[in-house]
């Protein structure tokens, strides 16, 4: 299986390429999409080359997220933590985004693994973006100061959709309503998640958060909207302890539980390429087959040469007529 990276490889080599190329001057005007509906724009200019202009637009939230100046609960904190040597944040942001950044690349550390390591920081605003209100819940497991225990919170991760988090003094639950749009994805969807319950039971996986799979929504969302609660591939939970969030492991489970719809639905369309193929060579080896069983007059007779006629022209005709008349 694989995991999603946080950094925008795209948005990197940018990055990179623009770094290289700053005695140069180039015009820069790039626009892209990226799952789950994240765009992206940057824009450079050919007389200030050092500074960039980065836009990021989010997805459409549901009525039952809060969002705060267009942006997710603690985003305006985490990305000044985050770029507040490099980037200054435009307000109001450019039109059609919720952030628009402007990077001076000139304020870049000299040290090469330094830079680098901070324009992977810089290509991985989705993360500290969206994953702010989420951060922010799990760091209180730590520190034992938990708010609002018992009452779901909806964070937005598709368009007009969203998880909820369920916070308690020692644990966080984290619900998934799995929802996908093509029927042949809905059963392929319940499938993997039923198998991905049964694989965290194995050995191996005693320190991985407990996960359940449920047809109907939860208990703990008993008091979240019923529009909400509307998944035709079931609820998937995940209770998440202090020790899946300790030190480093923080930004690893934020990432996995922020992009979990969008590593479920990859695989499900790997899972439905791969039968495809199957089923091709499977219908190509049938008619191979029917081939070899067929006998061999019906071979000789379509291999045997066909009659063919010229279809002559009225001009052709009187030629002919005319050297018969001459003979």
Known sequence: MILLQSPSRYLLQILSNRIQSLEKGVELDCQWVEFDDIRYHIQ??????????????????????????????????????AYSVVAQILDPPR??????????????????????????????????????????????????????????????????????L?????????????RFSDSIDTVLATS????????????????APPC?????????????FTEALSANAGFVSFVIFSRHVEGRKLDRTVWNLSTFHAYVNYHVKCSECFMHTRMRRQVESLIQALDRAKPDSEKAKRNSPSRSFKRMSLKDDNNSLGSRSWK
């Open 44 to 81: 450079g200019s050919v007389k200030n080359p050092n500074v960039l202009l980065l836009s990021v637009s989010l997805p459409i939230p549901p009525p039952e997220t809060v969002l705060f100046g267009g942006l997710p609960l603690g985003a305006l904190e985490a990305i000044k933590a």
């Open 95 to 164: 039109d059609g985004f919720n952030l628009t950044l402007k990077l001076n690349l000139a304020k870049l550390p000299p040290d090469e693994e330094h830079k680098h390591a901070l324009l992977t920081k810089i290509a991985s605003v989705r993360e500290v973006v969206m994953g702010a209100p989420l951060r922010a819940v799990l760091r209180q497991l730590v520190t034992r100061t938990v708010s609002d225990l018992g009452k779901p919170v909806a964070l937005v991760h598709r368009p007009n959709e969203s998880f909820f």
């Open 166 to 178: 369920v916070p308690q003094v020692d644990k966080v639950t984290v619900i998934f309503p799995m």
């Open 192 to 207: 993997f998640l039923q198998e991905f319950v049964e694989a965290r039971r194995t050995a191996g996986l005693n320190n």
């Open 212 to 224: 359940l799979w449920s047809p109907s929504p939860p208990q703990e969302l008993k008091e979240a």
